[in-house]
């Protein structure tokens, strides 16, 4: 299906489009009724982190080079600004199916990662190599955020934010199936002083004071979560900090001196499939620790400490250390949701499978009841509820929407679906949310609403789930959806066309 080419909408409008063209005949989509399922609340509660970061001293010492002649232009922790910024051209970013330049918008200049790169063989301390540094990093990422996934770390580029620079709040431009995180660190000039050698218990402010001359000023890094908090966090050269590509995150405008990127693609990938840039790879590793901490439930929060600490060097012991949410910022600013909440995904995914169990169970009553009918009168198709639905709580891909590509909270609850009983029924389809009638409640929450599917294939698709559904509501994840889907939103550098679009996928749940 061909994207509305010239269009800025969001592309869900081709989809409805294309539902309409198919006829109304075709049943492709569900009513969402408006009152909230008992199950909702106990979802709506499942939270895992969705951003990872972590200490590594090791990474400012990583050399630079340019791609076409191996010069070199510093270290991470140093960086060679002038020859760096001879290499920089302005960004663009995404803009629904268009890529444009709007300094409104964006406002910063970048060096791909085809002009600038890394020594990556040379030794740093020791026998140290940047190779060994990056795979450390990826080990890390993956525990933090992927874990059990395959995880590949692709320089993409050096964004470089002078002041007046900034980037509003924007999605990630994915650059394939399995991208589905952002690596940053950040990068010092070569002379420059930065807030956090200036102080140990610094508080990542960007405040001058005491007549320091700092790196830059302003550039505050935030991430938007769907729940309407954001969080801060600093982006530095002792550091690194990763994020699930689908969440909103912003670079407030810069004030002072000049802010230093490297912004690195993470893909659920190994070594089989080969990129250009990579500096990174590690396997997957079994989730052995991450299943025992399920099944412990609630025992205590240091089942995650061990886990990381099995999978550190014992070389990098400062990397062992977990950067707090807003760089420890003061108490009121919202903290972002802790690392994994395994008593309630416990008490809640039993509840979840005893409920589609008990919808089988009277699906089937219905059916047994109008098969002995069937001499007599025309027998009935039933109308009981088979199908318990929900909305994931990222956004993907279309053809991303697969087991091996959920994230954070999606993934948890997906395996523990498979775990506790597996008759269950799982499909993953990528959905749209169409408001009909008033669109806002009284309460202004929106209510009428239908959900279809965002398929080629929806009427298709639409006949391997039982009918009808039952929805079970996700308020923040639906309100948040659908104000995406009100307009153009921003992407990272480039556009997204309709097959590679953040879309809402909804997780379907039955027993045949
Ligand atoms: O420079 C940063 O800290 C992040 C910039 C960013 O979000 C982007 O370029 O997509
Ligand atoms: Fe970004």
Not at 179 to 197: F, K, R, S, V
Request: contains cysteine.
């Amino acid at each position: 299906m061909a994207a509305p080419a010239s269009q800025p909408e969001h592309i869900a409008f081709a989809y409805l489009a294309v539902q309409k063209a198919l006829g109304k005949g075709e049943k492709t989509g569900w009513t969402i009724k408006a009152q909230d399922h008992p199950l909702s609340s106990a979802l709506a509660a499942l939270r895992v982190d969705e951003v990872g970061s972590r200490y590594d001293r090791t990474l400012s010492a990583v050399k630079l080079v340019t791609l076409n002649n191996g010069a070199s232009l510093g270290t991470i922790g140093s960086l060679k600004l002038p020859e760096v910024q001879a290499l920089a051209v302005p960004s663009s970013f995404g803009k629904g199916a268009e890529t444009v330049y709007d300094e409104s918008v964006r406002k910063g200049t970048e060096v791909s990662a085809d002009k600038l790169g890394f020594a990556l063989e040379e030794r740093i301390s020791g026998s140290f190599t940047a190779k060994d540094i990056f795979k450390n990093v990826a080990e890390a990422v993956a525990t933090a955020l992927f874990p059990g996934q395959p995880v590949k770390l692709v320089f993409y580029k050096l964004a470089i934010y002078e002041p007046g620079g900034h980037f509003e709040k924007h999605r990630d431009t994915t650059h394939a199936d399995s991208h589905h995180g952002t690596l940053l660190i950040g990068c010092t000039p070569e002379g420059a002083t930065t807030p956090w050698e200036d102080d140990d218990n610094d508080d990542d402010d960007d405040d001058a004071d005491e007549g320091v001359s700092y790196a830059y000023e302003g550039g505050q890094f935030s991430i938007h979560h769907s729940d309407g908090t954001s969080s801060k966090w600093p982006v530095r050269p002792d550091s690194w900090l990763a994020f699930y590509t689908d969440l909103e995150h912003s670079v407030a405008p810069v004030t002072k001196g000049v802010r230093l990127t490297l912004q690195f693609d993470i893909y659920l990938e190994d070594d089989t499939v080969e990129r250009a840039h990579t500096v990174a790879s590690v396997p997957a590793t079994k989730r052995e620790a991450e299943g025992k901490k399920l099944k412990n439930a609630g025992d205590s929060d240091d089942d995650e400490d061990d886990t990381d600490d099995e999978d550190d060097s014992d070389a990098h012991d400062e990397s062992k250390l977990f950067l707090p949410p807003n760089g420890g910022r003061s108490a009121d600013e919202p903290t972002v949701p802790t690392r994994i909440v395994p008593d309630r995904l416990a008490d809640f995914v039993p509840k979840l499978v005893a409920f589609v169990r008990s919808m089988r169970k009277a699906g089937d009553d219905t059916r047994t009841k109008s098969g002995q009918a069937k001499a007599k009168r025309p027998r009935k198709k039933s109308n009981e509820p088979r199908t318990a639905v929900f909305l994931l709580h990222h956004l993907y891909r279309q053809q991303s929407l697969l087991p091996e590509y959920l994230k954070g909270i999606d993934k948890a609850l997906y395996e523990a679906l498979k775990e506790a009983d597996p008759q269950l029924n799982i499909a993953l389809h990528p959905v749209y949310i169409n408001m009909s009638g008033d669109e806002y409640g009284e309460s202004g929450e929106p209510w009428s609403q239908t959900m279809i599917l965002a398929r080629a294939d929806a009427s298709h698709v639409v006949k391997t789930i039982p009918q009808s559904i039952v929805f079970i509501r996700r308020p923040g994840v639906e309100a948040s959806l659908l104000k995406m889907q009100e307009g153009a939103e921003y992407t990272g550098n480039e556009s997204m066309p309709t097959e590679y679009s953040y879309f809402a996928g909804a997780m379907f749940l039955w027993f045949s």
